[in-house]
């Protein structure tokens, strides 16, 4: 189960069920369970383009979490809107319980790496390859669809029988 609070994403471990009050076991985004900070504390950086403070391990207001399997691996995506991107864990390793707190994100779409955040890849305009506030995501088969928010449109994303097509969304 995953909780998508304003600056973080927070799993929790609900095999054994579920409790009233119940602690998350994971925390993506921030260093820690108690840190909120946009991006950790770096805000959103503009200019073209933006790096500072940004890597796979930040995130700035996340809109949207999907886990799902994919052949014989399993991915965590998380819509990650005003870094304008998606990021995408392989939990295929060890599930949530493999994942560190804070853990950098092994891919990223919509961005040239995982430390741009820039609208549109900027100076760029809208392409196949670029997000502008991505606000949401379902399956499609071996892809996912996002709608792609200040671009007014919906994209959808080829991502392979097991994620391998990842290796080539940067």
């Not at 994919?70 to 304008?84: A, K």
């Amino acid at each position: 189960l995953h909780s998508v609070p304003t600056r973080r994403a927070a799993d929790l471990d609900v095999t054994t069920g579920i409790t009233d009050g119940m602690a998350a076991v994971k925390v993506l985004g921030q260093a820690d369970f108690s840190s909120t900070a946009n991006n950790r504390g770096a805000g959103s950086p503009s200019g073209c383009p933006p790096t500072t403070g940004v890597d796979g391990g930040t995130l700035s207001y996340p809109r949207g979490v999907l886990a799902t399997q994919l052949g014989v691996s399993t991915w965590l995506f998380v819509t990650d809107t005003n870094n304008n991107r998606i990021l995408a864990w392989d939990l295929t390793p060890g599930g949530i319980a493999g994942l560190s707190n804070g853990q950098a994100a092994d891919y990223v779409i919509g961005q040239q790496g995982l430390d741009y955040r820039s609208s549109n890849r900027c100076p760029s305009a809208a392409a196949a390859n670029t997000l502008d506030d991505p606000v949401g995501m379902t399956l499609w088969g071996n892809g996912r669809i996002v709608g792609d928010r200040y671009n007014d449109r919906v994209l959808g994303f080829d991502l392979g029988a097991n994620g391998d097509a990842l290796v080539g969304a940067v």
